[in-house]
């Protein structure tokens, strides 16, 4: 596509001011945010041309855009074209973000009426280019665009008609100069200058400064936030009790990762729908389909309860992945360390760092800031008499509340050709198909148990997860009961750690507006399903950027939620 050169002029003469210096090729640690109130695949496209072409740009670029909620299929069809992928067949509503150029470019989609979805972005955009719908332009619209500004932040407008000076002051807004117009003809530039204090940008905590994380937890959560961590710049270490990454519950050899359908379509059902899109994305970059993952689509029964009646649903975007393969790909990043066999006992503070300590109060590193993403473990750590940190009280709630849920699957050998060739999930999950170290092979399962001891018990889990199919699958029942007969089976289990709502945990541990100590935990069975998005919100909220979902949906992941 062929950039605009009006626009490319604009661009670069952005990123020229924010380098600061004509002999800077790159700028290692800044990011530019940009807000489209009227999204144009076009523009997106154009900016997106010369980004990929400018010698000169930031580290990492955010196009934030408004787009209204009856965006066709010819419309998705052209999107999906200039992103070079099938990104998207339908947009629900609500906030959607897709990962480009190898992390550097983050398209994020608001689909909703444009002053709600302006009341729920979490950002501080550099430039917003406003709608040449004039539709919207009154004082409550204004006010909201204002939101969204730190102070000198550009508006460019297509032109002035509608906008009195009265109304522009009220919210912060002066018009440039002329000697600060850019070469753009046809639109007026306005800049953020407020005269009072903004106490909803005060209330957003300060981007922390690029420099060295340490994440504790070397499964899903804690390798998808090193890895977003590494992508912005910072040097991370990994520190896992194991000798190798993925050793806990993200041990599974396969498990799906599919949309959740339920009638009132609440939030585990909305963040599922964005985390699958995150994965599968991840998973197309990083990993090899038929070996580690492949997009086989998931048929999904579940009783509607309303109807009183079995229901049926083909997810077509949906597919299978070895969590463990993941894992390792993400961990494979020039800036992150895996540091193993380190079982991090407490945190402890030296000056301006947290130092990492084991059971016998030997120091395993340090960082000037951590993330706490080992599953039930960072209750251990938290509440170590040994760790010298104020834990937020509704944190502090939040651990009590944890839960451990065991379970197992069962593996067998591919064989009886009447099994379903696809995977199928509800009560209970069926992979007829995974490339194993001994061939293919089938997966079955899970089951949950509260008694740790009951997984060990391997022919009372393998039953457990045949009585599971039956119900599932009643019609492959013989079939069923012939695979898990002719043997041997395989048997694997492990813990998941969840929490009360079984909504994740995701934000700081400490209270205040400058923490340092930050959490992802609590993603239980749904692990693969979420473990991306958590790590694109938290690294958001540490960073300073644009959030990848809605306010209202974020507060219910925080970690600090139960706030008395």
Sequence with gaps: MDADPRLVALLQADWQAQAGSAGSTLLDTELLTRLDTQFSTDRFGAVLHAWQHSPLRPRILHYVALLPP???????????????????????????????????????????????????????????????????????????????????????????????????????????????????????????????????????????????????GAGLA??????????????????????????????????????????????????????TRLMLAQAEQRLARGRDWDLTGVLEHRRDRAQNMEATRWHPHAAWIKPA?????????????????????????????????????????RAEVVVLANAHGCKAVLQAKATQLQVDAAVVRALERLQQLHGSVSLGSHGDQSLPKVPVNGRGSFIPWVHGPDGPRWIAGATYESDASRTADA????????????????????????AFAQGPLGHWHNTRCATWDRLPLVGPVEPGSAPTVWMIAGLGSRGLGLAALCAELLVAQMGAEPWPLEASLARQLHSQRLKS
């Design 222 to 275: 804690g390798a998808a936030m090193a890895r977003a961590l590494a992508e912005r710049g910072w040097q991370v270490d990994v520190y896992d009790q194991h000798t190798e990454p993925a050793q806990g519950a993200s041990g599974l050899p396969a498990g799906l990762v599919a949309p959740l359908v339920s009638a009132d379509d609440g939030a585990r059902s909305q963040l599922l729908r964005r985390g």
């Design 325 to 365: 393969s993941m894992v390792q790909a993400w961990l494979a990043h020039p800036s992150i360390r895996f540091v193993p066999a380190s079982a991090v006992h407490a945190l402890q503070r030296d000056g301006s760092d947290w130092q990492l300590m084991d059971a016998h109060a030997h120091e395993l590193g």
């Design 70 to 216: 009856d965006t066709n299929a010819a419309d998705l069809g052209h999107l999906n074209h200039v992103l070079g992928a099938a990104a998207f067949d339908t947009l629900d509503a609500g906030l959607h973000r897709v990962v480009l150029t190898d992390q550097q470019v983050l398209l994020t989609l608001c689909v909703g009426a444009p002053l709600q979805m302006l009341g729920e972005l979490r950002l501080r955009a550099d430039h917003i280019l406003a709608a040449s719908d004039r539709s919207h332009w009154d004082r409550w619209w204004l006010k909201a665009l204002a939101r969204c500004c730190r102070p000198g932040t550009q508006l460019h407008f297509p032109d002035a008609q509608g906008l009195t000076p009265d109304a522009m002051r009220e919210v912060g807004l002066d018009w440039a100069s002329a000697a600060d117009l850019p070469k753009l003809p046809a639109q007026r530039l306005a800049v953020y200058v407020p005269r009072w204090s903004n106490t909803r940008q005060q209330a957003q905590p300060a981007a922390l400064p690029v420099g060295r994380c340490a994440v504790v």
């Design 459 to 482: 022919a009372q889990q393998h039953q457990a997860n045949f009585d599971k199919l039956v119900q599932l699958l009643p019609q492959c029942k013989d079939a069923l009961a012939q």
